[in-house]
């Protein structure tokens, strides 16, 4: 199970961070990522990490402003976003991705992030 947090309400210019905390065990976990979805737009990846290299991705809208990492011992995968804009209002949720799928399947319960102008 994943718990996120960190969501909020600021302006924009502002920074945020979000964490994400993974019950269980995570020796399978090949990845995990940060997703969001903005009202009538369909989910999409902004930030993603491999558990063990810690090689990450990010989206062309937000390379440069965020930063995604991950704690293998507190299980935990943070995404701290700086110079966050209007556009960046989302609806964010922490995904997993297992190893030999391929697919993030397994979902955190979404954290709001609103960014006013």
């Known amino acids: 199970q994943l718990q996120a947090c960190g969501g909020g309400l600021v302006q924009a210019g502002d920074s945020l961070r979000l964490s994400c905390a993974a019950s269980?065990?995570?020796?399978?976990?090949?990845?995990m990522g940060w997703f969001r979805q903005a009202p009538g737009k369909d989910r999409e990846s902004a930030a993603t990490?491999?558990?063990?290299?810690?090689?990450?991705s990010y989206a062309d809208s937000v390379k440069g402003r965020f930063t995604i990492s991950r704690d293998i011992a507190k299980k935990t995968v943070d995404l701290q976003m700086y110079n966050l804009r209007p556009e960046d209002t989302a609806v964010y949720y922490c995904?997993?991705?297992?190893?030999?799928?391929?697919?993030?399947?397994?979902w955190g319960q979404g954290t709001q992030v609103t960014v006013s102008s």
């Open positions: 995904g997993a991705r297992t190893l030999g799928r391929s697919a993030f399947e397994s």
């Open positions: 269980g065990r995570t020796d399978r976990t090949l990845a």
């Open positions: 990490i491999f558990w063990n290299s810690g090689y990450a």
